[in-house]
């Protein structure tokens, strides 16, 4: 479970759609079909793209360490354990 990532969806996803209706405004498309669209992927991209920021900031953190949190037991992990 990557809290972070969660945390980083909502400002991604608000940068990516934003750009990404603009970009289309720019163009001159002005149709609810592009304008649509473009919101769509912006919602659609923002999971994976914040997912990719996150492993980002934990492989360039010192201080991270993946290593104490294998070896468990269960799938699901502890709300109160390190994150992953």
Excluded: C, H
């Excluded at 953190?61 to 294998?70: A, I, L, S, Y």
């Amino acid at each position: 479970m990557d809290r972070l990532s969660i945390y980083l969806t909502f400002i991604v996803g608000s940068v990516t759609t934003g750009a990404l209706v603009i970009a289309v405004l720019v163009m001159g498309w002005y149709s609810w079909l592009a304008i649509g669209s473009a919101t769509a992927v912006g919602f659609i991209i923002a999971w994976p793209v914040s997912y990719v920021i996150s492993r980002r900031i934990k492989r360039q953190d010192k201080g991270w360490d993946e290593t104490r949190v294998e070896g468990r037991e269960t799938p699901l992990p502890n709300p109160a354990a390190p994150e992953v």
